[in-house]
């Protein structure tokens, strides 16, 4: 129905985008401490190091996190591998969502599902690719890196690859 594990494109995307940071970092954007390529949780704190082993592991870790939400949510959906790659790619820097707190792919702050997400359930792929477009704005402000990152989510979406 869809690929189990994100590919040599989309994991290229994301440390793209990401970067690789080994001392822990205070994202003023997300206000939470983050490390590695973009990793956040309880494990990362104020002056925090780690090797860059590490920093992949957190990554291949994170991975299987975020693809297991994908195969989850979108179960019964078929997914080509690009599709697969931009989704996992997505939720990994926008976050699943939270009713009353923060928009993600799967829910937004009203409780709904995101329309990139209603879209991929409707199978209307070439709908759900627009939608990664909207998705550039930080605070109300929009952002030329997640405008670049976003175009790029969507060409590996609709073409499996990305530049």
Same mark, same amino acid.
């Given at each position: 129905m869809h690929p189990d594990k994100t590919s040599e494109a989309g994991v290229s995307?994301?440390?793209?985008f990401e970067g690789c940071r080994l001392i822990a970092y205070w994202d003023a954007t997300g206000k939470v401490w983050t490390i590695g390529w973009g990793h956040t949780g309880l494990d990362v704190y104020k002056g925090l190091v780690i090797t860059q082993a590490v920093?992949?592991?957190?990554l291949a870790q994170d991975l299987i996190e975020r693809e297991n939400a994908v195969?989850?949510?979108?179960?019964? /959906?078929? %997914?080509?591998?690009? *599709?697969?790659?931009?989704? /996992? #790619?997505? %939720?990994?820097n926008v976050g699943p969502g939270k009713r009353g707190i923060? #928009?993600?792919?799967? /829910?937004l702050t009203n409780? *709904?599902?995101s329309t990139l997400a209603r879209k991929v359930l409707a199978r209307d792929y070439v709908g759900a690719a627009e939608e990664f477009l909207k998705w550039i704005y930080s605070g109300g402000v929009p952002l030329r890196g997640l405008e670049r990152r976003r175009r790029a989510e969507r060409q590996l979406f609709l073409t499996g690859a990305w530049s």
């Open positions: 995307l994301i440390e793209h920093a992949d592991a957190m195969k989850k949510f979108f179960d019964g /959906v078929p %997914l080509t591998r690009g *599709q697969f790659d931009a989704l /996992v #790619s997505f %939720l990994y923060k #928009s993600g792919l799967f /829910v409780g *709904q599902p």
